[in-house]
Nanobody, 121 residues
Framework: QVQLVESGGGLVQAGGSLRLSCAAS????????MTWFRQAPGKERQFVAG??????SYADSVKGRFTVSRDNAKNTVYLQMNSLKPEDTAVYYC????????????????WGRGTQVTVSS
């Protein structure tokens, strides 16, 4: 098991930037695939980005705007979000699993509580 705590959410205008962080504790952080999901009101939780070692994966809707990275020395994964749009508004969740990056939320059993991102037009 790994415990996850997200931070860095907030209110930003369209076109702005935010950086989310997810701090992990528990088992060896570097062994985990770390992934960001988001969930807007009334919608299903959707994959945003994931990272395993140096391999990254992105949802088409965020490619070229978002960047996922990790610092294994700090047990932290980041999501740099640029050129934000109102449709990026959601609660963003950090998730962890052992194994390859998978985009379905049901594959993940380790979740943070989420951080709210609101993008105003």
């Amino acid at each position: 098991q790994v415990q996850l705590v997200e931070s860095g959410g907030g209110l930003v205008q369209a076109g702005g930037s935010l950086r989310l962080s997810c701090a992990a504790s528990g088992r060896t952080f570097s062994d985990y695939t770390m992934t960001w999901f988001r969930q807007a009101p009334g919608k299903e939780r959707q994959f945003v980005a994931g990272i395993r070692w140096s391999t990254t994966s992105y949802a088409d809707s965020v490619k070229g705007r978002f960047t996922v990275s990790r610092d294994n020395a700090k047990n932290t994964v980041y999501l740099q979000m640029n050129s934000l749009k109102p449709e990026d508004t959601a609660v963003y969740y950090c998730a962890a699993r052992e194994g390859v990056i998978l985009t379905g939320s049901s594959w993940y059993t380790n979740w943070g509580r989420g951080t709210q991102v609101t993008v105003s037009s």
